[in-house]
C-alpha cells in the first residue's frame, strides 16, 4: 500500500475510533447522573428506643439517644448513611483510562495537523494554486478532470499542469491518477484527505 494512503487511512480509523470513545464516555456520565445513590437499604429505626427515653427521670442535661454519632445521615442521600461507602468510586479508573485514551488520540490529531501543515506549507504558491482548483472543481461535483480542464480554468498550457502535478505528488500531496480508456489522465484529490481535513482547513494551516 502506497504509505500516504497508508497514513491517511491510520488517521481514519483513528477519528473513528474516538468518536466511539466519545460517545462511550459520555453515556456513562449520563448513567451516572441518571443512576440513583447505591447505598444499604433505608431501615427503620425501632420504637423501643423511644419508649426507654420515656421511662428516664427528667434530668437537668439533654437527653441523647444512644448511637448519636453512628446514625449520622445525609439528608441528600435520603437517609442513606455516611459513614458508609457508596459504589461511585468504581466508575473513576475505567473514565480515567478512556480519558487518556481520547487524550492520546487528540495529541495524534494534533501532530498530523502539524504534518499536514508543514506538507503543504512547502508548496509555492502556482503548486498550491493548482491544488486548490482540483479541490474546488471535486467539490463542485466536476466530471473527469483533467490536465485539460485545469489548464483551461488557470490559463496555462497542459505541459505545465502535468509538471504541477507531478511536483506535488514528489511533496507527498495526496492526488491520484487514473488512466481512462488506456489514453485520458483522470485526476482527484484523495478520499482519505479529503475524509479529515477540508480545503478551507488547509489553507489556514498553511497561512500559520
Do not use: C, W
Not at 8 to 34: A, G, M
Not at 65 to 90: A, C, L, M
Not at 154 to 183: A, C, F, H, W
Amino acid at each position: 500500500m502506497d504509505p500516504i494512503k497508508e497514513a491517511f487511512s491510520n488517521i481514519k480509523k483513528d477519528i473513528i475510533f474516538l468518536k466511539n470513545e466519545i460517545e462511550k464516555v459520555k453515556q456513562q456520565i449520563k448513567n451516572i447522573q441518571t443512576t440513583p445513590t447505591q447505598g444499604y437499604p433505608i431501615t427503620t429505626q425501632p420504637t423501643h428506643q423511644q419508649t426507654h427515653i420515656q421511662t428516664i427521670p427528667p434530668q437537668n442535661h439533654p437527653i441523647q439517644t444512644p448511637d448519636t454519632q453512628n446514625n449520622i445521615s445525609s439528608i441528600g442521600n435520603e437517609g442513606v448513611p455516611t459513614d458508609r461507602p457508596t459504589h461511585q468510586q468504581t466508575h473513576k479508573p475505567t473514565q480515567n483510562t478512556e480519558f487518556r485514551q481520547i487524550n492520546n488520540i487528540l495529541e495524534s490529531l494534533d501532530n498530523i495537523k502539524k504534518g499536514i501543515r508543514l506538507k503543504f506549507k512547502r508548496l509555492t504558491p502556482q503548486e498550491m494554486l493548482v491544488f486548490s482548483t482540483l479541490y474546488t472543481l471535486e467539490e463542485q461535483n466536476y466530471d473527469e478532470i483533467t490536465y485539460h480542464t485545469l489548464s483551461t480554468q488557470l490559463n496555462l498550457s497542459e505541459s505545465s499542469i502535468r509538471d504541477y502535478i507531478n511536483k506535488l505528488i514528489k511533496k507527498g500531496v495526496p492526488i491520484e491518477k487514473t488512466r481512462q480508456n488506456n489514453k485520458t489522465i483522470i485526476l482527484n484529490i484523495s478520499k482519505d484527505l479529503k475524509n479529515i481535513t477540508t480545503l478551507s482547513t488547509i489553507q489556514d494551516l498553511r497561512a500559520l
